[in-house]
């Protein structure tokens, strides 16, 4: 199955690219800012409805972080309605490309 009809079937992923974090699935892309010295997110630990536990890498610390990112907010700033949009996604992936 290709990585676009996974993203198609529930399934989300989450990286960094330029200074952002990149959120894509149920058919959006969504960029926010992210910390200045994050390199790559490593693995995804929990999914909860737009709640996201993850473990990232970042330039001054050489062990992993357990981050916490809440969805919520920047879909709300986005102007998509987070109980039409998380429903969609099953399941968050790192993206590794």
Same mark, same amino acid.
């Given at each position: 199955?290709?990585?676009?009809? =996974?993203?198609?079937?529930?399934? =989300? #992923?989450?990286?960094?690219?330029?200074?952002?974090? !990149?959120?894509?699935?149920?058919?959006?892309?969504?960029?926010?800012?992210?910390?200045?010295?994050l390199?790559?997110?490593?693995?995804?630990? &929990?999914?909860?409805?737009?709640?996201? !536990?993850?473990? =990232?890498?970042? =330039?001054?610390?050489?062990?992993?972080?357990? &981050?916490?990112?809440?969805?919520v907010? !920047?879909? &709300?700033d986005?102007?998509?309605?987070? #109980?039409?949009y998380?429903?969609?996604?099953?399941?968050?992936?790192?993206?590794?490309?």
């Amino acid at each position: 199955m290709d990585d676009e009809k =996974a993203m198609e079937l529930g399934r =989300a #992923a989450i990286g960094c690219e330029g200074g952002y974090t !990149v959120f894509t699935g149920g058919g959006i892309v969504i960029r926010f800012r992210a910390p200045y010295s994050l390199l790559r997110y490593l693995r995804v630990k &929990e999914w909860d409805r737009g709640y996201l !536990v993850v473990d =990232a890498e970042y =330039a001054h610390s050489p062990e992993p972080v357990e &981050e916490y990112i809440d969805l919520v907010p !920047v879909l &709300e700033d986005l102007y998509i309605d987070p #109980a039409d949009y998380l429903p969609r996604i099953r399941e968050v992936v790192v993206d590794e490309g």
